[in-house]
Nanobody, 115 residues
């Protein structure tokens, strides 16, 4: 069973940057796909970005060109580099991993974009 631990959230001004990390308790090479999702107050959880074991990337239209998903296989860690942040990016960000047909979630990390 995999455990995912996110870190890197915080308060940032509009236009600023943050990098989120997601440490997995198992080798990410055994994970079919990983991704970042977010949930703003009063809204449903939505996809931000995903990366498959083959390296295929997918981004939500709202973050294309501003966010970059990547992984470090040696560290079993997934990253989300967020640049040019906007107030509408404010949400709890969750890490997700799909391994052996089971979907795992982290506890979430708060990102607040405000002046």
């Amino acid at each position: 069973q995999a455990q995912l631990v996110e870190s890197g959230g915080g308060l940032v001004q509009p236009g600023g940057s943050l990098r989120l990390s997601c440490a997995a308790s198992i080798s990410i090479l055994s994970i079919r796909a990983m991704g970042w999702y977010r949930q703003a107050p009063g809204k449903q959880r939505e996809l931000v970005a995903t990366i498959t074991i083959g390296g295929s990337l997918n981004y939500a239209d709202s973050v294309k060109g501003r966010f970059t998903i990547s992984r470090d296989n040696a560290k079993n860690t997934l990253y989300l580099q967020m640049d040019s942040l906007k107030p509408e990016d404010t949400a709890v960000y969750y890490c997700n991993a799909i391994a052996q047909f089971i979907s795992y979630w982290g506890q979430g990390t708060q990102v607040t974009v405000s002046s």
